[in-house]
C-alpha cells in the first residue's frame, strides 16, 4: 500500500474554561478574608472600580462596554460555578507514613482528622505550665517541694521535655541535687503522662509505667529506639526475647504513646476566626441567614470616571483599553454576586439540614454529606464541597467553620440513620464527665451504656473518639479525680 499525505477535516466536542470562569471558581472557595485582600488589587488594577455603597436603581446596570461579548456568568444560573470534578483536579489529602514524623528518629503515631468539638472553640486552651501548675498543689509534700517543681516548671520547652540539666538547676536554686530529682518526680507524675522527661525514651518509658505495660521486653524495645527506627525488628526480637504475636503488640503499643504530651495544651493565643455566615432566629421561627458584609466591601463602577475617561479616547487602542477594564469589572461584580447567592443557597440547605442542632445543640446534629447537599440544592458534589472549604457560620451556639456539620453516621440505630461522630462523642463526654470517683467507666462499660441509648458502636470505636476529645484512659481518669478530691 502506497504511503502519501492527506487532508482530513474532524469535528470534536470538549469543555474549556474561560480564564473568567477560573477565576469565578477560585473565588467560590475563597474565605470573606480573602476576597477581601483580592478587591483590594482589584481596585488597584481597575480604575473603573471603587469600594462603597450601590447607588444605582434597582434592576439598573451599569454601562455596557462598546461591543461587549456576551457574559461568560450569568447571575441568576446557579450552575455557572458548577464544575464537576472530571474538569478541574480536586484537592486530595495526604496520609501520614508510619515512621518518621514527630519523634524524629523514632516513631510516629497518626493523627486524627476530627474536628474540635464545641467545648475545644472559643477561647485559647490553657498553657501547659498552667496545666501542670493546677495539679502541684495537690500532690507536692511542702510549700518548698511545690516551688521547686514550679521552677521546674518553668524550665519545661513546649513539647514537655527538660532540657535544662537537673545538675545546674540545682545549682541555681541552691538545693542539694536529690531534691531538685524528687521534684522533677512529682512533675512526672502529672497529667500528661510524659512530661519532664529528659529524653525520648524516659517520656516513652513514662507512659508504658502508667499503661502498667513497662516490662523488661519493653524497657529493652524503648531502650532502643534507635533500631526500631531503622526497622532492625529481627534484631529487636532477640533482644526482647518474645514471639512474632507478642513483639507486634509491643510495637503498637509503643506507636500508641505520645513522643510529645506537651503539645496538647495550647501555647499561644488562637488567631481570632472571623465568620462568613452570619445565623439569627428569625421572628417567624425560621432563620435569617445573611453573608457577614462587615468583611466584604462593595464594589461599584465608578460612572463618572467612566465617561469621563471615554471622552478623552480619541484612539483605538485606548478604547479597546477601556473596553475591556469595564468588561473586567462588570465581570467581577457579577462574579461576587453569584458567589454570595451560592454560599447562602449552601448555607441554608445545611440550616435546614441540621435545624436540631441549632435549636437544641450538638446531641441533635445529624449525619450529613456533601452528596446529600449538592442533590437537595441541585448542585455539583464539588461546588459544595468548594463553597463550604475556609467558611465560616456564627449562630448563638458559637462560631463554626461549615465542614463541622458534615459527619458521618455511626452506630445505626432503629431508624437506620445511626448518630453523628460529634452527637457519639458529646455523649461519651457526658457519661465520663457524670462518673463516680470511685466507680470509673471503663471502655467496655462506656459500649454497654452506649448500646443501651440506641449507639452500637464497637470497642475500639469508643476509645477512638474518647481519645480525640481528649478524655483519658479509666486509669487516667481516676488518677485525675482522685487528685481533684484530695
Not at 325 to 331: I, Q
Request: aromatic share 4%.
Amino acid at each position: 500500500m502506497a504511503l502519501g499525505p492527506r487532508l482530513d477535516l474532524r469535528q470534536s466536542q470538549s469543555l474549556v474554561m474561560t480564564p473568567q470562569l477560573q477565576q469565578a471558581i477560585k473565588l467560590l472557595a475563597l474565605s470573606n478574608l480573602e476576597i477581601e485582600a483580592f478587591i483590594g488589587e482589584a481596585l488597584e488594577a481597575n480604575p473603573l472600580l471603587e469600594a462603597g455603597e450601590v447607588s444605582r436603581e434597582a434592576g439598573e446596570e451599569p454601562p455596557p462596554a462598546p461591543d461587549e461579548p456576551s457574559a461568560d456568568l450569568a447571575i441568576g444560573d446557579d450552575s455557572a460555578l458548577d464544575i464537576a470534578p472530571e474538569t478541574l483536579d480536586r484537592d486530595r489529602d495526604t496520609g501520614d507514613g508510619e515512621l518518621g514524623g514527630e519523634w524524629g528518629s523514632a516513631l510516629s503515631s497518626g493523627g486524627g482528622d476530627d474536628l474540635p468539638g464545641i467545648d475545644e472553640r472559643g477561647a485559647a486552651a490553657p498553657s501547659l505550665a498552667d496545666h501542670l501548675e493546677a495539679q502541684v498543689g495537690a500532690v507536692a509534700g511542702d510549700g518548698r517541694e511545690a516551688a521547686i517543681a514550679r521552677h521546674l516548671i518553668g524550665q519545661l520547652d513546649e513539647a514537655g521535655y527538660l532540657t535544662v540539666p537537673l545538675r545546674e538547676v540545682a545549682d541555681e536554686l541552691g538545693i542539694p541535687l536529690a531534691e531538685a530529682e524528687r521534684a522533677l518526680r512529682i512533675i512526672q507524675s502529672l497529667d500528661p503522662t510524659g512530661v519532664g522527661a529528659r529524653s525520648l525514651s524516659e517520656c516513652l518509658a513514662l507512659q508504658a509505667q502508667e499503661a502498667d505495660r513497662y516490662d523488661p521486653c519493653m524497657a529493652r524495645l524503648i531502650e532502643n529506639l534507635d533500631l526500631v527506627a531503622r526497622g532492625e525488628f529481627a534484631r529487636l526480637k532477640r533482644m526482647c526475647d518474645v514471639d512474632d504475636e507478642d513483639f507486634a503488640d509491643m510495637l503498637a503499643e509503643l506507636r500508641g504513646y505520645d513522643p510529645k504530651p506537651g503539645l496538647a495544651f495550647g501555647g499561644s493565643e488562637q488567631a481570632p476566626v472571623t465568620p462568613d455566615i452570619l445565623l439569627h432566629a428569625a421572628a417567624d421561627g425560621g432563620w435569617d441567614i445573611r453573608i457577614n458584609e462587615a468583611t466584604l466591601p462593595r464594589l461599584v463602577i465608578n460612572r463618572e470616571y467612566y465617561v469621563e475617561l471615554r471622552q478623552g479616547c480619541t484612539d483605538k487602542a485606548s478604547k479597546a483599553w477601556l473596553g475591556d477594564k469595564l468588561t473586567d469589572a462588570n465581570w467581577l461584580i457579577k462574579a461576587l454576586d453569584q458567589r454570595q447567592k451560592t454560599i447562602l443557597k449552601t448555607a441554608a440547605e445545611i440550616v435546614k439540614q441540621q435545624d436540631g442542632f441549632f435549636r437544641r445543640g450538638v446531641s441533635e446534629l445529624r449525619p450529613l454529606t456533601l452528596r446529600t447537599v449538592a442533590e437537595a440544592i441541585g448542585m455539583h458534589e464539588s461546588t459544595v464541597s468548594r463553597v463550604t472549604s475556609n467558611k465560616y457560620l456564627h449562630c448563638d451556639r458559637g462560631t463554626f467553620e461549615l465542614k463541622y456539620f458534615f459527619t458521618s453516621g455511626v452506630g445505626g440505630g432503629a431508624d437506620g440513620e445511626g448518630a453523628s461522630a460529634a452527637t457519639v462523642k458529646a455523649r461519651i463526654r457526658a457519661l465520663c464527665d457524670a462518673e463516680d470517683p470511685a466507680k470509673i467507666l471503663s471502655d467496655d462499660t462506656l459500649v454497654d451504656l452506649l448500646k443501651a441509648e440506641g449507639f452500637d458502636l464497637a470497642r475500639r470505636t469508643v476509645a477512638k473518639y474518647r481519645e480525640a476529645i481528649g478524655i483519658g484512659s479509666s486509669v487516667q481518669r481516676r488518677r485525675q479525680k482522685k487528685l481533684a478530691g484530695m
